[in-house]
């Protein structure tokens, strides 16, 4: 396997964009990166696009916006980690050795996903009885899901509803810092607690929005990389994908998929929590950022509340977390998040994050886990 | 008149009377689960056998949800539990009771209940969990 590297970065911001198609969105990503790199759409050798729903070849109509260049383009929907699934297999095709340069992408509209209230009418169908006995056992948004860990966590380790609330207190505030993040304006613990309830205990803070946006990432050689003088150039060190077992030890699938996804990672990068120095999670919703830190080993079970009480995971404390502002407000646009994750860590570790830079970050981590059971780790490093 | 929402998950009078949910147990490691499965998802086995689980069990976790899929006006918000059954599973399912009575780790038993917001006949019913000593609805 050769070792890769990301030369290119690009993003449009997350928010609202009727006005754009999904392909366009894609494309202005897509471009913003390879001008990052100072590369041309004629330099890539293969695409590879994450996005969920979205219609037949999503990615192809990017491609199409940019030109007929005949390069393979791949469609990825792994529902939350497609953009990180994307990221991978452009990682897996220049490593393989097959190409020298591709693009990962990852592109979304809110509301294509989501579905209707009622189950749908085509009675008699498999996919029928398969949603009304969804229904049966009481229907489950994700928001729902994550109420009842929140809940028990509540009660198994004393942790308290203004703790959980602090997770969307800090990554707003990150995001102020973030001119491409959805949800910008400073937000207190008072108003998370007194907003909507959506899910008990789970207000509107609590869950992140949805919404638009595309980003893009333009992966290389390292041997070619450094050829060509990038510089300072940041290399994937670890990139691991993983499905649930039965095998975990703790009360949440997606907490033992995310710690057994970061064992692999960090011994495929020879690197362990103590050398990594900001992550991006998937953190949908709260108690997810506190259960990942602990799956993470960055704390024991039980003790991710009071990390985030103590600052710790704030940009200048001992380990930052989601230092665009996260999925809850960065936003989460569920394609192109994986990729805006990889955004963020090559700008952190180029240097150039500007007023939420991390002071002398050399490493980062970029995790997601998608509904079904997926869990996608990446690790970077400033070479 | 009765009618179960949907075929194969529940039976609507198990042997105590109260509503018995449908599990599998596998022939080769013995893992349940609910709703049942064809292959077993702990050993891969193939040879599992569907067995009624008794309706009692323990509160694990509960939410109430208050709007789905973006609906909020006109919609009737419904307690959901995760519940250990005695069965040694944990299920999800509806809760026949206000969201204050509930808790965690509240002894609850089987019962049946119509699918709010679906829309659908009110005697088609599904099971659900009510705290033990109370009588169904």
Redesign the interface.
Known sequence: MRRVAVVGVGMVAFGRHPERTLGELGADAVTEALGDASLGWKDARSMFCGVVGGGMTPGTRVGNELGLTGLPIVNIDNASASGSSAFRAAYMDIASGRVDVSIAAGIGKSGRS??????PASHGTAEY?AN??G???????PA?VF???S??RM?DFGCTIEQLAMVAVKNRRHASFNPYAQLRKPLTVEEVLAAR??????TVPHCCPVGDGAAAAVLMSEDRARALGYGPLVTIEASVFRTPT?AGDTESQDADTTRLTCMEAYAEAGMGPKEIDLVQVHDAFTVEEIEYCESMGFCEVGEGERMVERGEMTIGGKIPFSTDGGLLSRGHPLGPTGLAQVWETVLQLRGQAGNRQVEGARAGLAHMVGVGGVCVIHILRRG | MQTPVVEGLFEMSGGDGLPHLLISRCGQCGAVAFPARKRCAACCGTSLVVEEAPGEGTVYSWTVIRELGGHRAEFEPYVVAQVDLSAGLRVQGLVDAAPETVAIGQRVRTGLTAVPNAGMDPGVVTYCFVPAGEGTR
Do not use: N, S, Y
Request: glycine share 10%; charged share 25%; hydrophobic share 50%.
């Open positions: 989501l579905g209707d209230l009622r189950p009885r009304l006995a229904w049966a056992q009481g229907a489950m948004p729902g109420a009842l860990r809940r028990r009660h309830m959506i899910a008990d205990p789970l039965l």
